[in-house]
Nanobody, 124 residues
Framework: QVQLVESGGGLVQAGGSLRLSCAASGRAFSTYTMGWLRQAPGKEREFIAAIRWNEGYTNYADSVKGRFTISRDNAKNTVYLQMNNLKPEDAAVYHC?????????????????WGRGTQVTVSS
């Protein structure tokens, strides 16, 4: 099993950028597909991005494609989400997540392990 702790959230103006980090502990981090999910108040949890264990394949939700970039450093047991050109509708709690599913497409249900999340607020 893997434990996940997110950081890097905060308040940013529309058009700005944030970089989220997720520190993972537990064995075999490098074998997990890692992802980011988000949940806004009153809305269902939404899949945002995923990166396969060998960093060679990534997948994004259409709502963030071209603005967000997921990456990972297996040597540091860390996964990142670079978020550019943020919009007010991006405001949510962002959760780091882990999956044993090595083949996409991934959905919220693909990720049985979640962190507690970090809040992202975007002002217009």
């Amino acid at each position: 099993q893997v434990q996940l702790v997110e950081s890097g959230g905060g308040l940013v103006q529309a058009g700005g950028s944030l970089r989220l980090s997720c520190a993972a502990s537990g064995r075999a981090f490098s074998t997990y597909t890692m992802g980011w999910l988000r949940q806004a108040p009153g809305k269902e949890r939404e899949f945002i991005a995923a990166i396969r264990w060998n960093e060679g394949y990534t997948n994004y939700a259409d709502s963030v494609k071209g603005r967000f970039t997921i990456s990972r450093d297996n040597a540091k047991n860390t996964v990142y989400l670079q978020m550019n050109n943020l919009k007010p509708e991006d405001a949510a709690v962002y959760h780091c997540a882990a999956s044993r599913a090595g083949v996409g497409p991934w959905t919220v249900g693909s990720f049985p392990y979640w962190g507690r999340g970090t809040q992202v607020t975007v002002s217009s």
